[in-house]
């Protein structure tokens, strides 16, 4: 498992961690490094930019994480979907365009419950032939119940590679667990996943770290997960509920040109590597790297549950230590708390519209279930 792996693979860099760690150093041409980028990334991609869109079907959780929006004693409105509900958001998605959907949920074991997730993938699989899913880690066995009933990718972000950092920024919940996490990856290919993405939450912890820790990951996944497509992402820390006024540390921030550095240096060194670039990104920004090394991004998103739709704010509610509470009052315009605020705000078809002007297609649908079935 990476988690034993892990300490030496960093005390002891292998070549192409070290050609990694030499393109991070400023003294490198950025211009020629994205060119480069530009090139591997044409060569294995061609001009094509997977869209995806996230489906947020719960924001209970169970874990304390300082810097989530979800957080368990964040006092939020909370709200998880039924089936029926849930539908409804595809079905609205499906109507822009979206092939390729990602759901997410908070970790709580009474809400997100046994068999919810397994309904939920049941009722979506004839609108969307590319199912993904970004929950709290699970067993090999649970993994395989999930791809059985049409998932094919996971997500999981480490959050923070740096260990001693992680355990202060979770205080409470399943998640504490760092090396559970941490292989979590490993566990989802044992079950059976066929696209399995990673990445580092930028802002809690020095970015060069997180760099050269995500790159071991990912060196040693390519080694021992090889038959997964694998997915590198850098969402750098947005404001969220409880920090709406979040202000950047600036020896943990990373900056523009940091992050383009690290997009294409991620393309060199991995050029088979899908990148990912969510709208936590300015706009300008995410149409300036388009062309350099990215391969997907996600389109018109929202962080809630019900977001797209409304569904689900019949039934907001608190939770108080793992208990519902009601709302002692109902202005009837209340909606569920977001994670995070998004900062590309364009629709789909202008995300679609901007990679048509770069000579880039967009691309909805780029997997079929029914290549897999026997």
């Known amino acids: 498992?990476?988690?034993?792996?892990?300490?030496?693979?960093?005390?002891?860099?292998?070549?192409?961690?070290?050609?990694?760690?030499?393109?991070?150093?400023?003294?490198?041409?950025?211009?020629?490094?994205?060119?480069?980028?530009?090139?591997?990334?044409?060569?294995?991609?061609?001009?094509?930019?997977?869209?995806?869109?996230?489906?947020?079907?719960?924001?209970?959780?169970?874990?304390?994480?300082?810097?989530?929006?979800?957080?368990?004693?964040?006092?939020?409105?909370?709200?998880?979907?039924?089936?029926?509900?849930?539908?409804?958001?595809?079905?609205?998605?499906?109507?822009?365009?979206?092939r390729n959907l990602l759901l997410v949920a908070g970790e709580h074991p009474k809400f997100v419950s046994e068999g919810y997730l397994q309904a939920c993938l049941d009722a979506l699989i004839p609108l969307f032939p590319t199912l993904a899913l970004e929950v709290g880690p699970m067993e090999d066995d649970q993994y395989r119940e999930l791809v059985d009933h049409g998932a094919e990718g996971l997500i999981v972000y480490q959050e923070t590679y740096q260990r001693e950092i992680y355990h202060t920024l979770h205080t409470a919940g399943p998640k504490k667990?760092?090396?559970?996490?941490?292989?979590?990856?490993?566990?989802?290919?044992?079950?059976?996943?066929r696209r399995i993405g990673i990445g580092a939450l930028f802002?809690?912890?020095d970015w060069k770290h997180e760099a050269l820790s995500l790159a071991?990951?990912?060196?040693?996944?390519?080694?021992h997960c090889w038959k997964?497509?694998?997915?590198?992402?850098?969402?750098?820390?947005?404001?969220?509920?409880?920090?709406?006024?979040?202000?950047?540390?600036?020896?943990?921030?990373?900056?523009?040109?940091?992050?383009?550095?690290?997009?294409?240096?991620?393309?060199?060194?991995?050029?088979?590597?899908?990148i990912?670039?969510?709208?936590?990104?300015?706009?300008?920004?995410?149409?300036?790297m388009a062309p350099l090394g990215v391969t997907h991004m996600s389109a018109g998103a929202r962080t809630e549950p019900g977001g797209y739709t409304g569904a689900g704010s019949d039934d907001l509610h608190l939770t108080v230590k793992g208990r519902r509470v009601e709302l002692a009052e109902r202005s009837?315009?209340?909606?569920?708390?977001?994670?995070?605020?998004?900062?590309?705000t364009r629709s789909p078809a202008e995300i679609a519209e901007m990679l048509r002007k770069q000579n880039i297609d967009p691309v909805w649908k780029d997997f079929d279930q029914t290549l897999v079935r026997v």
């Not at 950047?248 to 690290?262: K, Q, V, Y």
Request: neutral net charge; contains cysteine.
């Open 1 to 98: 498992m990476f988690s034993a792996a892990y300490p030496e693979l960093l005390s002891r860099p292998s070549p192409l961690m070290r050609q990694f760690m030499d393109l991070l150093e400023e003294s490198v041409s950025l211009e020629k490094l994205a060119a480069k980028s530009q090139q591997l990334t044409r060569q294995n991609f061609g001009k094509t930019m997977r869209l995806f869109a996230p489906l947020y079907v719960s924001n209970e959780c169970v874990n304390n994480c300082s810097y989530c929006g979800f957080s368990r004693d964040a006092a939020i409105l909370r709200t998880t979907l039924s089936v029926d509900q849930v539908v409804t958001e595809g079905k609205y998605l499906h109507a822009l365009g979206f």
């Open 177 to 193: 667990n760092f090396d559970w996490r941490l292989d979590c990856p490993e566990r989802a290919y044992a079950g059976g996943f």
């Open 203 to 205: 802002g809690l912890a």
């Open 216 to 223: 071991a990951h990912l060196e040693y996944l390519y080694k």
């Open 228 to 274: 997964a497509q694998l997915s590198v992402a850098f969402p750098r820390m947005r404001p969220y509920a409880g920090n709406y006024q979040y202000q950047a540390d600036p020896d943990r921030f990373l900056p523009d040109e940091s992050l383009l550095r690290l997009i294409t240096a991620f393309r060199v060194v991995f050029p088979q590597v899908a």
């Open 276 to 288: 990912v670039l969510s709208t936590r990104e300015p706009a300008s920004l995410r149409d300036a």
């Open 332 to 344: 009837g315009k209340e909606k569920a708390t977001e994670q995070f605020q998004i900062h590309d």
